[in-house]
C-alpha cells in the first residue's frame, strides 16, 4: 500500500509542478527558519549545562533596598564563602571569583593588556567543569602566585615552549606569577569567559573580614537532593549573625530601626543554569539576556511554520476540483474515506519531507552569514547529539500533518455522484476555510511587521536619545593609573597643547562602566533615611569634558580649597532626597559615631544625564574630587575636535608612551561604547528583520499560487468581461478586492496583539518610546504593498491577455 501511495504521491508532483514547488518552496523556507529559531533557543537554554556539577552550584547575590534604592547583585564580600561552607552543613564547597579588565602582563620582551583575567579560590577548577590540558584541577591554584591560563594564551606568550612553571609579571616587574596549569578553551555558553586564572589567596584583601564591602562573586557546591528553599531559608540567620553587626556599627543605630524605615538586606541563592536568563540580577560577568526572547522567538517559529502550513492548505483546497474526479472515479471502484485520506497525508508528509531536506540545506548556506549577523556562533551537530535527528524526523512529521489533516478530510468526503454529475462547487468558490486561514497568515505576517518596527523605533531612540553629556568626541584612556599619581596635571598640560584637543579630565568612572554605591543620609535627619548615591571621583574638569550643564551652584574648583569635602549631585538626588535648598544642605556618610561621620557640602546641581544605558532609570548621582593621593586613576577621559582625531590619537599615545616607558596603550570611544551597551536590542531586532521578512516570503509564496489559482479559473469570466468593456484596472481591481478585505480583517486582528507585544516589550526600558499611530500603518501600508505586488503579478497578465484566447480557455 505505501508503495501505491508512493506512486500516486509522486505522479501527483508531477501533475501539478508549479504549486507543488510554491509548496516545497514555502515549507522548507518555514522548516528552515524554525530549526535557525529552535537552535539560537537551544544555544541560550544551554549556558553553563556542560559543568558536570551544574546542577548542585549556586551562586549567592544580594538584595534589599535602601531608602528608594531596590537592588539585586551578585557582588559579594570576602568572609562569605568560608561561613557558608562552616555554618550550612550542605555547603560542600565554595570559590570566589573577581573578574578584572585591563591587566598588564609581562614575558621576557614581551607586554600585553588582557581583559579575561579572573581572580578564584583554589577549589574554581573542582567547583566549574573547565577543563585543563596541563595540571592538577586539585591543586593548580593551592599557591599564592600561581596562575592558570588558556591554551590560546601559552602559544600567545611561549610558543611551542612547555608554559609549566614559566613566570609572568602582573602589573609591576617585582609581581610574578608562576603557571601551574593550561586549560581548554571557555565554551561560547559559558557566563564566565576568561584567559587567565589566579590564585585569589596574593591579594591581600582575601583574608577581608568586612561583610559590607561588596566586590567579588561567590559560588557554592552543595550536597545532591539539598532543597534550595530549605537551604535559603538558612540564610537570614547567616545575614543577622554576621552582616547586621557590621551594618549596626555602620549606620550607628539598629537594624530594627534602620528597617522600621522600609529598607531591607537579604541573602540569596541562584542556580547557575538560571544565571544568563535572568537579567535582573545585576553581575560582572556576561551580560545576562531577559527570558522573554525566549518566548517571544518560540512563537515566531510557531507562527512561520503555521503560515507555511497556511500555505499547504490553501493551495490543496483550491486545487479541489482539479482532483475531485480522480476521488470520485477511486469511491467508484472500491477506495473508502479512511484510505484516501491516508493517501493525502502521505502525500503531504513526502512533500513536507522534500521540504525538510531543502531547509537543512538552506540552514547549511545561510547558518555562517546568520552568525555573522546576531553576533553569535550556532552550529548544529546533526550526528553528535542523539535528538538531533529524531526531532528533525518528528518536526517532519507534524508539519505534514498539520498541513495535510484539513485537506485529507476536505477531498476525501466528495460524494462520488456528485463529483461525476458535475454538481461539485469548484475550489475558488467553497472558500470560507481558506479565507479564514489567509486572514490568519497576513495578520501574522503583519503583527511581525509591527514587532519589527516597534524595536527598530526604540533601538534608533536608544541610540540617538540626548543623553545630558556630550557623548561624541570623547576619547577615553584606560589604566591612566600607569602614568603616576604625580604625574597627573603635567600629562594632562602635556596634551592639551596637542591640535584638536579641547579639555580633558581624570576619573574613578565614566559613563557605561561600575561605579561606586555609596550611602548617605542629609544633616537633620534620621540615620535611618538612608539613600544609595553613585559617586564618581573625579577632577577639577569633568563637567567641562562631558559638557554636563549645572541646574544651580558650581562645579568643583581648584581655586576654592574647600572643594576637597565638598559634593556636587544630580537633579534625580535632590528629588529623591527631598531637598528644598540643596545648597545650603549637607550630606552625611554614617558611622557609628557622630565624629567618625563624613560630611560633604552640597554646592552645585548638574542636570540629570544618563550615565547608565537607557535600560536604568536615572539615579542619584554625586561627584567628589578625587584625592590627590589616589594611585588609582583609572580613566582619562579627552574631549577632541573630530577634525583632528587621527592625529589626536597619534599625538596622545606618544606622550602616553613617553610617561609610561612605552606600555600599551589602551583607549575607546564613548559613543561607540554606549552603542555597544544595546547588543541584545540590536540582535534582537536584526532577528526580527530576518524572520519578518522570510515570513513575508513565505505568506507571498502561498499568495502567489492562490492568485494564479484564481486567474487560471476566472480566465473564461475575464474574457467576456472584457468583451462587455471592462478595463484591465476594473479587472484588477476585481480579482483584488477580496485580498485587500481579508488584508483588512487581518490588520484589524494584528493590530491589539502588536499593541500588546510592543507595550510589553518596551516595559523593560526605563526610557522607551511612546507607542503611536505610525508604526501600525506602516505595518498595514507594508502588507497592502507586498499583497498587491503578489497578486497583481498574476491578475495583470490575465487581464491582459486577448478575450479571443480566454473564451477558447475550456
Known amino acids: 500500500m505505501i508503495k501505491t501511495f508512493f506512486k500516486l504521491a509522486i505522479r501527483n508532483i508531477i501533475r501539478h509542478k508549479i504549486y507543488t514547488l510554491i509548496n516545497i518552496g514555502g515549507l522548507a523556507i518555514g522548516i528552515a527558519c524554525s530549526i535557525l529559531i529552535i537552535a539560537f533557543i537551544f544555544y541560550e537554554l544551554s549556558y553553563d549545562n556542560f559543568h558536570e556539577k551544574a546542577d548542585r552550584i549556586l551562586r549567592l547575590y544580594l538584595k534589599g533596598k535602601f531608602g528608594d534604592f531596590e537592588f539585586q547583585s551578585a557582588w559579594t564580600a570576602a568572609p562569605i564563602a568560608a561561613t557558608l561552607i562552616n555554618d550550612l552543613p550542605d555547603v560542600i564547597d565554595a570559590t570566589r571569583i573577581e573578574e578584572w579588565d585591563n591587566v598588564l602582563i609581562r614575558y621576557e620582551d614581551k607586554t600585553f593588556l588582557e581583559d579575561k583575567f579572573l581572580w578564584a579560590d583554589s577549589s574554581f577548577f573542582n567547583i566549574f567543569t573547565f577543563k585543563l590540558i596541563r595540571g592538577d584541577a586539585s591543586t593548580v591554584l593551592n599557591e599564592p602566585n600561581t596562575i592558570v591560563i588558556s591554551g590560546e594564551m601559552a602559544e600567545k606568550y611561549f610558543g611551542k615552549d612547555d608554559p609549566i612553571d614559566k613566570v609572568l609579571k602582573i602589573f609591576a616587574d617585582t609581581t610574578h606569577y608562576r603557571v601551574t596549569g593550561v586549560f581548554q578553551k571557555v565554551p561560547l555558553n559559558s557566563h564566565i569567559d576568561f584567559d587567565f586564572v589566579a590564585s585569589y589567596t596574593s591579594l591581600e584583601k582575601a583574608d577581608g573580614t568586612e561583610w559590607t564591602t561588596n566586590n567579588l562573586c561567590t559560588y557554592v557546591l552543595i550536597s545532591e537532593s539539598v532543597d534550595l528553599k530549605a537551604l535559603e531559608s538558612k540564610m537570614p540567620e547567616i545575614v543577622r549573625k554576621y552582616a547586621v553587626p557590621e551594618i549596626e556599627q555602620h549606620l550607628g543605630i539598629s537594624f530594627e530601626e534602620w528597617e522600621s524605615a522600609g529598607n531591607r538586606f537579604e541573602m540569596a541563592l541562584q542556580p547557575l543554569k538560571d544565571i544568563h536568563l535572568n537579567n535582573e540580577i545585576v553581575h560582572p560577568f556576561k551580560p545576562s539576556n531577559d527570558k522573554k526572547y525566549i518566548y517571544v522567538f518560540s512563537i515566531i517559529a510557531i507562527f512561520i511554520i503555521v503560515i507555511a502550513c497556511i500555505n499547504f492548505m490553501n493551495l490543496a483546497t483550491a486545487r479541489s476540483a482539479g482532483r475531485s474526479k480522480e476521488i470520485g472515479v477511486r469511491k467508484v471502484f472500491g477506495s473508502d474515506k479512511n484510505l484516501l485520506i491516508r493517501q493525502f497525508l502521505f502525500e503531504s508528509i513526502i512533500l513536507t519531507f522534500l521540504a525538510l531536506i531543502i531547509g537543512i540545506l538552506i540552514v547549511g548556506i545561510l547558518l555562517p552569514h546568520f552568525n555573522n549577523l546576531i553576533k553569535l556562533d550556532l552550529h548544529i551537530d546533526y550526528f553528535g547529539r542523539w535528538y538531533v535527528i529524531p526531532g528533525l524526523i518528528i518536526l517532519g512529521l507534524i508539519v505534514g500533518l498539520l498541513a495535510g489533516i484539513y485537506p485529507a478530510f476536505y477531498l476525501s468526503s466528495f460524494k462520488p455522484v456528485a463529483v461525476l454529475t458535475g454538481k461539485l462547487e469548484s475550489g475558488t468558490k467553497s472558500g470560507l476555510l481558506r479565507s479564514i486561514l489567509v486572514v490568519i497568515q497576513f495578520g501574522i505576517s503583519v503583527f511581525i511587521i509591527l514587532g519589527t ?60 562602566y561600575d561605579i561606586e554605591n555609596t550611602d548617605f543620609f542629609l544633616e537633620g535627619r534620621p540615620v535611618n533615611q538612608t539613600y544609595i548615591i553613585q559617586i564618581n571621583y573625579c577632577d ?42 540643596p545648597l545650603s544642605n549637607r550630606l552625611v556618610r554614617p558611622g557609628d559615631k557622630p565624629e567618625g561621620r563624613i560630611y560633604r557640602q552640597v554646592i552645585g546641581v548638574v542636570e540629570d544625564f544618563h550615565f547608565e544605558p537607557l535600560h536604568s532609570a536615572i539615579r542619584p548621582y554625586m561627584f567628589i574630587l578625587r584625592p590627590a593621593e589616589w594611585g588609582w586613576i583609572p580613566y582619562l577621559s579627552i574631549r577632541f575636535n573630530p577634525a583632528n582625531v587621527n592625529n589626536v590619537i597619534r599625538e596622545v599615545e606618544k606622550v602616553w608612551k613617553e610617561y609610561t616607558n612605552h606600555l600599551p ?92 507585544f510592543g507595550r510589553s516589550w518596551l516595559i523593560g526600558f526605563a526610557y522607551r518610546i511612546d507607542l503611536s499611530i505610525i508604526p501600525f500603518l506602516l505595518s498595514f501600508i507594508l502588507a497592502i504593498l507586498i499583497a498587491m505586488l503578489t497578486v497583481c503579478s498574476q491578475t495583470i497578465s490575465a487581464a491582459l491577455k486577448n478575450p479571443a484566447d480566454s473564451l477558447r480557455y475550456e
Open 453 to 512: 518596527i516597534i524595536i527598530y523605533q526604540q533601538l534608533n531612540f536608544m541610540l540617538g536619545k540626548d543623553l545630558g553629556f556630550d557623548k561624541d568626541q570623547i576619547l577615553v584612556i584606560q589604566r591612566f593609573s600607569e602614568v603616576g599619581t604625580d604625574h597627573v596635571e603635567s600629562f594632562k598640560q602635556e596634551i592639551s597643547r596637542i591640535p584638536g584637543v579641547l579639555a580633558s579630565a581624570s576619573s574613578r568612572s565614566v559613563p557605561g
Open 540 to 581: 577639577f574638569d569633568f563637567a567641562e569634558t562631558y559638557g554636563l550643564k549645572m541646574r544651580m551652584g558650581r562645579f568643583l574648583s581648584r581655586e576654592i580649597a574647600s572643594d576637597s569635602t565638598a559634593s556636587v549631585i544630580n537633579q534625580t538626588a535632590v528629588r529623591n532626597l527631598n531637598i528644598e535648598d
Open 665 to 756: 596603550f589602551e583607549y575607546f570611544f564613548i559613543d561607540d561604547d554606549f552603542a555597544d551597551r544595546y547588543a541584545e536590542e540590536q540582535r534582537t531586532h536584526t532577528i526580527f528583520i530576518i524572520f519578518s521578512i522570510l515570513a513575508v516570503v513565505i505568506a507571498s509564496l502561498g499568495l502567489f499560487g492562490l492568485a494564479a489559482f484564481t486567474a487560471e479559473q476566472r480566465t473564461k469570466e475575464i474574457g467576456i468581461r472584457k468583451v462587455m468593456g471592462a478595463s484591465v484596472l476594473r479587472i484588477i481591481a476585481m480579482i483584488s478586492r477580496e485580498t485587500l478585505i481579508l488584508l483588512g480583517i487581518a490588520t484589524l486582528i494584528a493590530w491589539p496583539l502588536g499593541w500588546y
